[in-house]
């Protein structure tokens, strides 16, 4: 079985697209849909009682808003399929093929399972360990080094797949499209490209997050995983040398190293 976890907030417009296409999958029997309402103003029983009859949906809500990370964490919390896929409650699977596709290659012998993603504002496809688009997970991988998801409001999908390849997971990609990402101008992540200072410290908040998180791991790879976080955060000092300050003051807070010239 598979665990389809879409955290839910402020979506009744686009969760129905989603769970349609969840439902038109080959292998929609062997699939659990976990929906983790965080704390929406809009009510979904409507919706879910639509979709209830055809696939296998269990409904969570929080009792107040906690961020995308937390709610799938609650869906992982919550679940207990040997598979896990992450989907946005505004995207699609991109043919009736997807998951299955995702299942036969991770039930090959892998822990990970990567694919291409179809961009709906490029018109392009692209892979990315930056998300968690077009991925399958094997459950025993992640409860085994303990992957979790942290609290922050952006980019900790980009700290939960470091950490993932940073325990050296036996790894698959494939060139084929499984996953269509819906460009929203009202997302999460389109909306806080306006709030920069706020962007910082989550980005700085995750790196802190990954170091913690493995403790196990090669040295090597930390540090080359570190190194290419601070050569973003130098390339924007050199760019906007009135953001050293901030930046170091950030690096200071969460306890890690600061930038020199």
Do not use: W
Not at 71 to 92: A, C, E, H, W
């Amino acid at each position: 079985m598979i665990d389809i976890i879409i955290p839910m907030y402020d979506c009744l417009d686009q969760i129905e697209s989603a769970l349609l296409s969840i439902s038109s999958q080959i292998l929609k029997d062997k699939l659990n849909v976990i929906l983790v309402d965080d704390c929406s103003h809009q009510n979904y029983e409507k919706v879910i009682n639509k979709f209830s009859p055809i696939i296998n949906i269990k409904y969570i809500r929080h009792k107040k808003n906690k961020g995308a990370g937390a709610s799938r964490q609650t869906g992982m919390d919550n679940s207990s399929s040997k598979y896990v896929i992450f989907m946005d409650s505004d995207d699609l699977f991109y043919t009736s093929t997807s998951t299955e596709l995702l299942y036969k290659t991770i039930n090959s012998g892998f822990d990970y399972v990567d694919s291409l993603v179809y961009n709906e504002k490029t018109n392009k496809n692209y892979s990315s360990v930056s998300d968690l688009h077009g991925k399958i997970y094997r459950r025993a991988f992640l409860k085994k080094h303990n992957i979790k998801f942290n609290n922050t409001r952006y980019h900790e999908d980009n700290s939960f797949n470091n950490i993932v390849l940073l325990n050296n997971p036996k790894i698959k990609s494939i060139d084929i499209q499984t996953y269509i990402y819906c460009y929203n101008n009202n997302s999460l992540t389109n909306l806080s490209r306006e709030e920069e200072p706020k962007n910082l410290e989550f980005y700085i908040k995750n790196i802190k997050y990954v170091i913690d998180n493995t403790t196990n791991c090669s040295k090597e790879k930390v540090e080359k995983y570190i190194n290419i976080k601070y050569e973003y955060l130098k390339n924007i000092i050199n760019k906007y040398p009135s953001k050293n300050t901030i930046i170091n003051n950030l690096l200071n807070k969460y306890e890690l190293a600061p930038i020199t010239k």
